[in-house]
């Protein structure tokens, strides 16, 4: 009878192997900039501070494709230092420059719950969570984050939970370092509506001269949009909801299931995965994906997946 030993140990090695690897994905991530105690410090907005209307100097994002969470509504502001400019990088993330700030504030019914704000300084970005008081008329810093019961008008209540800065930073790592996820380029492709006129986002922030003029041949479609394929709709959604951490430089990169829209399906790992994917979607608790940022299940995003995974099968029945 042959030894069981070198197979012991092979998968001793491989224990070892994800081990690491998951321990080098896991790696703290520290700011090198101390944010202020309050938002209202940072002059995002003018008037009552509730009211969230941004100052004349920071321009409002709005994104094709967005995160899901909780059913919260969110607004997103982009400010830059005067006389810079966003620089395309190939319809992904642009190149920001120096001292560029990103805020994301996300609300319900009026009731407003968190600002999340990115700040580039010294060509390191840094992260903050400013959690907001039950009057509505400040917002002030937290690190280990929070719940908030939102009760919503003949819904069920939402345990809404407050990323720690711990969280914020697994999200938004990239190869050690943070970055932005949702303002790419194709991402902000998009019509919006400014000054009472329907515009290409694009166009406006390059007439505002917050972006360089390049030709943009990209665009990541709305998973909401019924006129768009299944199969663009279904990889868009994982795209913002899982690609932040499901690609190679990500917290789940050594998993083997790179969900970015522009990897090519058979890349992916989709194939392979496909039952855990709706598995992990479809459970509560500590398996839920995605893992950050959501205490309840997306019901139209797991429709779509499923529907779309659904397909995968009758395509290779076919």
């Not at 501070?49 to 502001?77: C, G, M, V, W, Y």
């Not at 299931?257 to 399906?265: C, T, V």
Request: charged share 25%; aromatic share 8%.
């Amino acid at each position: 009878m042959r030894s069981s030993k070198p197979i012991v140990i092979g998968l001793l090695l491989i224990a070892i192997g994800i081990a690491y690897l998951g321990r080098q994905y896991h790696r703290p991530i520290t700011n090198n900039y101390q944010f202020p105690n309050r938002l209202s410090e940072l002059r995002l907005f003018k008037g009552s501070l509730q009211d969230l209307i941004p100052n004349d100097s920071i321009e409002q994002l709005e994104l094709n494709s967005t995160l899901f969470t909780d059913h919260a509504e969110k607004q997103r502001l982009l400010r830059l230092p005067k006389g810079t400019k966003l620089k395309n990088v190939d319809g992904g993330l642009p190149q920001f420059p120096e001292e560029s700030l990103l805020a994301k504030t996300f609300y319900y019914e009026g009731q407003i719950i968190e600002t999340r704000v990115l700040y580039l300084k010294n060509e390191q970005w840094n992260a903050a969570t400013y959690q907001w008081n039950a009057t509505q008329t400040e917002a002030y810093l937290i690190s280990k984050g929070a719940t908030v019961a939102v009760k919503r008008k003949n819904k069920a209540t939402i345990h809404y939970t407050i990323p720690s800065e711990a969280e914020c930073t697994a999200c938004h790592r990239h190869n050690g370092t943070l970055q932005p996820i949702g303002p790419k380029i194709r991402n902000l492709n998009r019509m919006v509506i400014r000054n009472g006129e329907t515009v290409s986002q694009l166009d406006y922030l390059h007439r505002k001269q917050r972006i360089t003029k390049q030709s943009i041949n990209t665009k990541l479609p709305d998973y909401n949009d019924p006129t768009e394929s299944l199969e663009k709709r279904a990889r868009a959604y994982m795209d913002i909801n899982c690609a932040h951490c499901h690609n190679p430089s990500g917290m789940a990169g050594f998993k083997n299931l790179y969900l970015a829209y522009e990897i090519p399906y058979k890349k992916t790992g989709i194939a392979r995965q496909r039952l855990n994917i709706l598995f992990r979607m479809e459970t509560s608790g500590e398996l839920h994906m995605p893992k950050l940022g959501t205490t309840i299940t997306d019901p139209n995003g797991l429709a779509l997946i499923k529907t779309y995974i659904k397909s995968l099968d009758q395509l290779k029945k076919s």
